[in-house]
């Protein structure tokens, strides 16, 4: 985690990736312009690292330029004009390929493009480092796409928050601090589920179930689905990385969320870290661990209450709940003290009606 003036910023795109994607952008480049002779364009200030980059890989001979668009005050029926500064070069029937650090509106691509045409260019290509497709409206093609990225906002690799963070070799993205990520916690029999809808009501987060995403995921036979199937159906353990892959899907349908209540995962510290490493591509992490905590016998006698109506065997026999029980501790308290040690977890009382417990939750939630 960088700060950045009074914001944080969380590690997004490492550099070994970038370079990587700018490997792959520049073949292309290589390829359709050894015989054009062009004029590589960048767009200042953001683009100097990735033209750097770019040039030191172009195989052919080319010209090289910089420009800059600075708004002014414009004429009575113009308020706001682009004007291009920094091109001396005559482009009349030339090639041109314009180096942008990252393309989002298009506003500077579209602007950009109808001052090199007017100025009698042949063509103009668009190569940009970074893409957001989610928020382009324009019709100009983007020709060489290093990397596609949601709409967030990033510093680094010649990108800049109020002047800074534009010399870091890798990418990151603002931390979203106001988002409130769960991992609920609580033994067969504590309430878990009834709390998860109220809280999910009551505080604006998206509940995800890890059975009912994978539920979902195999009863649609998604990719993902379908891979999970395939270990389930030989009696193996579904691989961490697949989970992951299933609630990362889940989180990216859920952008705008104000945060998760995770349920069902993680079970280890290894997945606890997979869903840390997760939440930070996204800009944030988990608040806390909340862990319902009932009396055994308060737990057994509500399941045998239970399975008088649920019609699952495995509420109605005694020996079967006191060992879910006890696998339910053996792994919560590998976790708790895993959160511990980051001050995140937290034991609610959940005995009581459901106001009184949701209650007590949201004590703690309030507080985070």
Known sequence: MITLHDLQFAPFIAEEKISKAIDKLTDKLNEDLSSKKPLFIGVLNGAFMFASEVLKRFDHDCEVSFVKLASYQGTETTDNVQELIGLKEDISGRTVVVLEDIVDTGNTIVELTKKLQDKGCKEVRIATLFFKPEAYTKEITIDYIGIEIPNRFIVGYGLDYDGLGRNLTEVYQLKQNNMTNLVLFGPPGAGKGTQAEVLKQKYDLVHISTGDVFRYNIKNATELGTLAKSYIDKGQLV????????????????????????????????????????????????????????????????????????????????????????????????????????????????????????ERLSDVIDKL
């Open 239 to 358: 691989p961490d990385e697949v989970t992951i892959n299933m609630l990362n899907a889940e989180v990216d349908k859920n952008a705008d969320a104000k945060g998760f209540i995770f349920d069902g995962f993680p079970r280890t510290e290894a997945q606890a870290a997979s869903l840390a490493e997760l939440l930070s591509s996204k800009g944030s992490e988990v608040s806390a661990m909340v862990a319902l905590e009932v009396d055994d016998e308060v737990l057994v006698g509500r399941l045998l209450e239970r399975g008088k109506t649920s019609g699952r065997p495995d509420d109605a026999d005694e020996g079967v709940i006191r060992n879910r029980i006890k696998v339910y501790y053996d792994e919560t308290a590998i976790l708790k003290n895993y959160y511990q040690k980051q001050d995140k977890y937290f034991g609610v009382d959940g005995v009581g009606d459901i106001a009184e417990i949701t």
